[in-house]
């Protein structure tokens, strides 16, 4: 990621940041649209992990310029994602879902260049997570 698209990504995120809780359920109804078929991989209450996608994000955006400090971390949770039973092809659907709950949280805010950064940070990081 250029130095332009960090703080793209963490500049629009500030943003998100006060709607978080608004931006999750977004997030999660956005997903189980695209693919009706992942609410299986989640407990029926989605409280927790409504609240646990907004802290592994805000995580890994403060960290952006710094990505080694959490690949550690983000590593662990593709494996972990891999036993809940992520396939590969579900982060394309997680993309769409975070892409479009972005678009809605920042409207008119979303550039054009604020998505590519979206999709390269995603990129980097699901990158890491799907690594084996």
């Not at 977004?26 to 029926?44: A, K, M, T, V």
Request: net charge positive.
């Amino acid at each position: 990621m250029t130095p332009e698209q960090v703080s793209l990504v963490q500049s629009s995120w500030q943003k998100v940041v006060p709607i978080k809780d608004q931006a999750s359920q977004i997030f999660y109804n956005q997903l189980f649209e695209i693919d009706p078929s992942l609410r299986s991989l989640f407990n029926q209450d989605l409280t927790e992990q409504r609240r646990k996608l907004m802290t592994m994000l805000d995580t890994a955006v403060r960290n952006l310029q710094n990505p080694q400090t959490i690949v550690p971390a983000v590593r662990e949770l593709g494996k972990r994602h891999v036993k809940y039973g992520v396939r590969r092809d579900d982060y394309n659907s997680v993309a769409t879902a975070l892409l479009a709950t972005l678009e809605k949280g920042l409207g008119p805010e979303f550039t054009p260049e604020t998505k590519k950064a979206w999709i390269a940070a995603y990129t980097l990081l699901t990158g890491v997570m799907q690594q084996e």
